[in-house]
């Protein structure tokens, strides 16, 4: 058997009041391009991609305080290329 019938269908779950940059580097580590959101109550309230979250993170209103409960259903903010780093 290949290693591609042993996948394992098990998806992150995280907190939303994890921050975006924490969120970011949990995905990087675990090789995923999305994490599904839980609330306190462990109740799913969405999910995030790594796109979504990178767009964000290139916003001019962007800091290292936001929560991913602050981006979920919040339209992609517009990205200028001068405010893009190359």
């Not at 090789?31 to 839980?38: D, K, N, S, T």
């Amino acid at each position: 058997m290949t290693r591609a019938g042993h996948l394992d269908t098990t998806e992150l779950r995280v907190l939303d009041d994890m921050t975006l940059e924490v969120a970011l580097s949990v995905m990087a580590g675990a090789g995923v391009e999305y994490l599904l959101l839980c609330d306190g109550d462990d109740e799913r309230t969405g999910s995030v991609t790594r796109a979504e979250l990178a767009v964000h993170r290139r916003s001019s209103v962007y800091t290292d305080r936001v929560r991913l409960r602050d981006v979920i259903g919040a339209p992609c903010p517009i990205v200028s290329p001068s405010s893009c780093s190359l």
